[in-house]
T-cell receptor
């Protein structure tokens, strides 16, 4: 089976712009979770989608949003980018929702905000 | 809120030395426990997991971990490390929050 794929792998944006990141889960996986990884804060949970519905949300501002499509692919959007949004954004997929199953991670999208 | 503590931020070992990385979590209910590894330039990979049953779990590449409920711990062990084990190791737990909560990570450097 192919693993979790994320596009693009690298992005450079400027403050105030918006960005959309994409994640394709492992075939058959219906849950997609997003995480932000930074040197200072480590790995932090953003949100989880299961069957096109947001099931859980972390402690991030409303500028961070996401959605899931009927084929389980997910997108994450960040509006009005700030310098502090520079991070590695990781997507993970699992068969079941709510942390009851093993999550498999993609390679991440490295976002740099200038 | 559930939390995970990894007390060792950076561990340096020589090849063939034994490894033990500490992990403690805060949630008192039913938990699922994980160790992930991130090799330089690579994505997070699952090393091992504990959901239920035998508290001593074995993972890939000779790693094992022991779940001690009374100590809220899930320490990672390997009897003899190799240079290729150089990586960052993350302990994670799902519990009441129904999401993966990660520890801050331990950077392991193995000297040849």
């Amino acid at each position: 089976k192919a693993g979790v794929t994320q596009t693009p792998r690298y992005l450079i944006k400027t403050r105030g712009q918006q960005v959309t990141l994409s994640c394709s889960p492992i075939s058959g996986h219906r849950s997609v979770s997003w995480y932000q990884q930074t040197p200072g804060q480590g790995l932090q949970f953003l949100f989880e989608y299961f069957s096109e519905t947001q099931r859980n949300k972390g402690n991030f501002p409303g500028r961070f949003s996401g959605r899931q499509f009927s084929n389980s692919r997910s997108e994450m959007n960040v509006s009005t980018l700030e310098l502090g949004d520079s991070a590695l954004y990781l997507c993970a997929s699992s068969q079941l929702a709510g942390g009851t199953d093993t999550q498999y991670f993609g390679p991440g999208t490295r976002l740099t905000v200038l | 809120a559930q939390s995970v503590s990894q007390h060792n931020h950076h561990v340096i070992l020589s090849e063939a030395a034994s490894l033990e990385l500490g992990c403690n979590y805060s949630y008192g209910g039913t938990v699922n426990l994980f160790w992930y590894v991130q090799y330089p330039g690579q994505h997070l990979q699952l090393l091992l997991k504990y959901f239920s049953g035998d508290p001593l779990v074995k993972g890939i590449k000779g790693f094992e971990a022991e779940f001690i409920k009374s100590k809220f711990s899930f320490n990672l062990r390997k009897p003899s490390v190799q240079w290729s084990d150089t990586a960052e190791y993350f302990c994670a737990v799902t519990g009441s929050a129904r999401q993966l909560t990660f520890g801050s990570g331990t950077q392991l450097t193995v000297l040849p």
